[in-house]
């Protein structure tokens, strides 16, 4: 079946650098996306979102980047902080019934910032 | 509001216990979710609840598993009898039907021994 799936589990970076979480996915039919940061003990959170007639979508200091030709997400953190030390989960949102959206979740990226 | 609230935040029971956790979703939010994380799997979808009506309770493991939500306000995901490999942190979430970002509780760490 199709399914989300993320390149790295764990990423590590120093304090102030840029990160960047990637995401696969592989159902064509997707056409919406958000990322979600889990801190640790508790649950998910909404970060940042993307449907697929965009490329790009900014927040604050969060970027999300889609590439549906090679069906790739990115997830670009600037001026990474301590407090973005949590693991990192995109969210293919399939069709439902009834019309609304239900979100698939990929494995997560564990992202480490290091002061 | 407070958000979604789980309770318990940990159960330990042994094997062949009854385990029933609850879940207060966000207050007007028409879908309820039950997922399931561990390490091995991820956040897996177990069953969701449009307006407390069951929709797709495909990702339900086995029978031992059953939900329900009687009123908009209130669900139960329950496990009986409960085995060692039902170990992991249960969360429920819930959203508003035209807006797609889910609202997460904290969770419940549930502990077969």
């Known amino acids: 079946g199709e399914s989300v799936g993320l390149h790295l589990p764990t990423l590590s970076v120093q304090e102030g650098d840029n990160s960047i979480i990637n995401c696969a996915y592989s159902n064509s039919a997707s056409d919406y996306f958000i990322w979600y940061k889990q801190e640790s003990g508790k649950g998910p959170q909404f970060i940042i979102d993307i449907r697929s007639n965009m490329d790009k979508r900014q927040g604050q200091r969060v970027t999300v980047l889609l590439n549906k030709t090679v069906k790739h997400l990115s997830l670009q953190i600037a001026a990474t902080q301590p407090g973005d030390s949590a693991v990192y989960f995109c969210a293919e949102n399939i069709d439902g019934v009834g019309g609304s959206y239900i979100p698939t979740f990929g494995r997560g990226t564990s992202l480490i910032v290091h002061p | 509001d407070a958000g979604v609230i789980q309770s318990p935040r940990h159960e330990v029971t042994e094997m062949g216990q009854e385990v029933t956790l609850r879940c207060k979703p966000i207050?007007?939010?028409?879908?309820l979710f039950w997922y399931r994380q561990t390490m091995m799997r991820g956040l897996e979808l177990l069953i969701y609840f449009n307006n407390n009506v069951p929709i797709d309770d495909s990702g339900m493991p086995e029978d031992r598993f059953s939900a329900k939500m009687p009123n908009a306000s209130f669900s139960t995901l329950k496990i009986q009898p409960s085995e060692p490999r039902d170990s992991a942190v249960y969360f429920c979430?819930?959203?508003?039907?035209?807006?797609?970002?889910?609202?997460f509780g904290s969770g419940t760490q549930l502990s077969v021994l």
């Open positions: 979430a819930s959203k508003q039907r035209h807006n797609e970002k889910l609202f």
């Open positions: 207050s007007g939010h028409d879908y």
